[in-house]
């Protein structure tokens, strides 16, 4: 080997060596740096949290805590302990990221609080000595202004609230308790008040000595205004006297008052309903009646007091044939499982056929919350009238159907409203007319078609289409099978007009033509 290639190796030796040196310094501060935090080998309170979790302290730190850990977690306990004499400190914990940043201690006696986060670890050090005296200084200084604190709560709550010894004397009141018996005792605005010698609230000691602590709703009287104040007392009996506490409760008592005065309306409405009414609740259950259901099923008071389920009610309708009668049992209960089904989605509707004559027509509707209602209407009267009407035409139709001649009968309008068979027979047209709307020029057309050519039909539409008073209206027309057929128009009520048609037998065209004002005879003669 030359001394070239020593130089060479020599100097590849120093590089290597080099880079490694400075790969164990780096490590070495990658290392320190990546370091995490611990208390080890550490004095003095030091709390170590992770996602606000404690995860290690020292004996220092944990002896600051046992009195509040109970109540919040060591975290909060730990803010509740520090904040009032570390100020600021939850907005600089806050701000804090991956970094240091300490607090001086506000009484300026050489405590500082030392923060420091790293990968969401938060390390929290109070600096500086802490003895035993100071530690009892900084619970008293957190006990002074907890207490402050509820002081100041208490006072400024709008619940009134407080204390009685065991004769009944008031001993103790927060501000609102005290606002509110001077207005209940005094009406004069500008007169200074004086503290009260018992309690505005009677009786309230006796309740807590019969029944213990409990909530009772009170009332108090104003005595110049007449107005009426409610509260919830809630009574905690002590071995001194008693605690009590007095809630607003006028919105509640008020919304209360509505709703039943709300009830008593529609009770009322639904007592004066001739409707038949029955709402059951969303567990099948009936909730409400009234008495027009009473008078349409005669179910007694009694039962329907009880609040029966549906089925229930269903069974004594059927019981006391009050339902449409079934074929069978089972698809009678197969059916009004579906009408509760129905009920609830609003779409039933039917008529009851009772087999005493009567019929019902009973309707469901929805209510919120899962219930439904049942209307009963008595529709017995209606539906009588309805049979009444329909005997009464057909009787007329009968009446008109045994006619020899042929009747139609149109409306103002000149619609045709009812025609007999002969009228049929003789124009060759469909009897039924509820298929479709024909009118008096259609009817018109059809008779031209069978008749000699004549004027007759305009003047007898103009007369179906005339107002007000008529006169009956005769003509004669031929139809062309010789036959004279006599058309006569009488007015009707309502505006209707009843055309008649008759056949007068052959026509005889030679007398005719010679009997008939022939337009050249006249032109002669004169």
């Known amino acids: 080997m030359g001394l070239g290639e020593l130089i060479l190796v020599a100097v590849i030796a120093v590089v290597a060596a080099g880079i490694m040196f400075w790969a164990l ?32 302290a020292t004996p220092d730190a944990l002896a600051m805590l046992p009195s509040y850990t109970s109540r919040m977690t060591e975290y909060e306990a730990t803010l509740h302990v520090l904040a009032p004499h570390f100020p600021d400190l939850r907005n600089r914990i806050a701000a804090l990221e991956d970094g240091h940043d300490q607090i001086a201690y506000q009484r300026g006696e050489g405590l500082q609080l030392a923060l420091e986060q790293r990968k969401g670890i938060l390390r929290i050090a109070v600096k500086g000595t802490v003895h035993a005296e100071r530690r009892d200084m ?69 309740s807590v000595l019969k029944r213990g602590n409990a909530v009772r709703r009170v009332s108090i009287t104003q005595p110049d205004k007449k107005a009426e104040h409610w509260f919830d007392v809630t009574s905690v009996a002590q071995p001194d006297g008693f605690l009590h506490f007095a809630s607003d409760a006028n919105a509640v008592v008020r919304a209360d008052q509505e709703r039943r005065n709300f009830v008593q309306t529609l009770s009322k409405t639904f007592a004066q309903l001739s409707t038949g009414l029955a709402i059951f609740d969303k567990r099948r259950q009936l909730a409400m009646f009234n008495p027009a259901l009473l008078d349409m099923t005669n179910l007694p008071f009694e039962f329907l007091s009880s609040l029966p389920s549906i089925d229930t009610v269903l069974d004594k309708l059927r019981e006391s044939r009050m339902l449409p ?13 579906a009408v509760e089904a129905a009920a609830k989605d ?44 329909r005997s009464d035409i057909e009787t007329a139709q009968s009446v008109l159907d045994s006619l020899p001649e042929a009747i139609a009968v149109f409306s103002s309008a000149g619609t045709l409203v009812m025609s007999n068979s002969a009228y049929a027979n003789l124009w060759s047209t469909c009897t039924s007319i509820s298929i479709e709307q024909r009118e008096i020029g259609t009817e ?18 103009n007369f179906v289409h005339t107002l007000g008073t008529r006169q009956s209206w005769s003509k004669t027309a031929i139809l062309y099978d010789g036959r004279r057929l006599r058309c006569q128009a009488n007015p009707l009520s309502g505006g209707m007009t009843m055309v008649q048609f008759s056949i007068a037998g052959p026509a005889q065209p030679v007398i005719q033509k010679l009997t008939s004002g022939d337009p050249a005879i006249r032109m002669a003669k004169r």
């Not at 009668?325 to 499982?337: G, H, L």
Request: contains cysteine.
């Open 138 to 206: 900084i619970d008293h200084d957190v006990r002074i202004a907890e207490l402050d604190m509820l002081r100041d709560i208490i006072q400024h709550t709008p619940q009134l609230i407080w204390r009685e010894d065991k004769a009944g004397k008031l001993i103790w009141a927060n501000h609102a308790y005290l606002a509110f018996s001077d207005m209940m005792t005094t009406s004069d605005k500008t007169a200074q008040a004086t503290w009260p010698d018992k309690s505005i609230f009677p009786e309230t000691n006796d």
């Open 25 to 56: 310094i780096r490590a070495r501060l990658n290392a320190t740096r990546q370091k995490p935090l611990t208390i080890a080998d550490s004095a003095g309170p030091i709390f170590l949290f992770q996602d606000k979790v404690l995860i290690d």
């Open 325 to 337: 009668e079934p074929k069978d049992y089972v698809s009678w209960r197969d059916r009004f499982t």
């Open 346 to 389: 609003g779409t039933y509707c039917e008529n009851w056929n009772l087999p005493a004559g009567q019929t019902y027509r009973v309707t469901g509707r929805p209510h919120p919350d899962g219930a439904f209602a049942f209307l009963f209407e008595d529709i017995s009267v209606e539906v009588s009238q309805t049979r009444r009407f």
């Open 444 to 461: 018109i057309d059809a008779w031209r078609t069978r008749c000699t050519p004549t004027g007759i039909w305009s003047e007898l539409r």
